[in-house]
């Protein structure tokens, strides 16, 4: 098993910055992939970004290519989400996610975090 705790979701104006954690805990030592999805109220959950274990390879949904940033830091446990240029349409709940493969699909993730709140203001 393993637990992921996010944080630093907030309330922020467009063009502002966030930097999202998720901690895992548990049997961290499998080389999991670990994504950053998001779930806006009314909508499907989407995917944002992934990372691999050694961070060699990343990917990320077209929509934040460019202002978004997934890194990951193994001996803290830790995978970041550092969002720039933040819009309104960044607004949603924000989860992490650990897997086995590099996947776009929410269905490859086992393992998930309660999600974090991001509130972007026009």
């Known amino acids: 098993q393993v637990q992921l705790i996010e944080s630093g979701g907030g309330l922020v104006q467009a063009g502002d910055s966030l930097r999202l954690s998720c901690v895992a805990s548990?049997?961290?030592?499998?080389?999991?992939?670990m994504s950053w999805f998001r779930q806006a109220p009314g909508k499907e959950r989407e995917f944002v970004a992934v990372i691999s274990w050694r961070g060699t390879i990343t990917d990320y949904a077209d929509s934040v290519k460019g202002r978004f940033t997934i890194s990951r830091d193994n001996a803290k446990n830790t995978v970041y989400l550092q969002m720039n240029s933040l819009k309104p349409e960044d607004t949603a709940v924000y989860y992490c996610a650990a897997g086995r493969q590099a996947a776009r699909s929410n269905l490859n993730y086992t393992y998930w975090g309660q999600g974090t709140q991001v509130t972007v203001s026009s």
């Open positions: 548990g049997r961290t030592n499998f080389a999991y992939f």
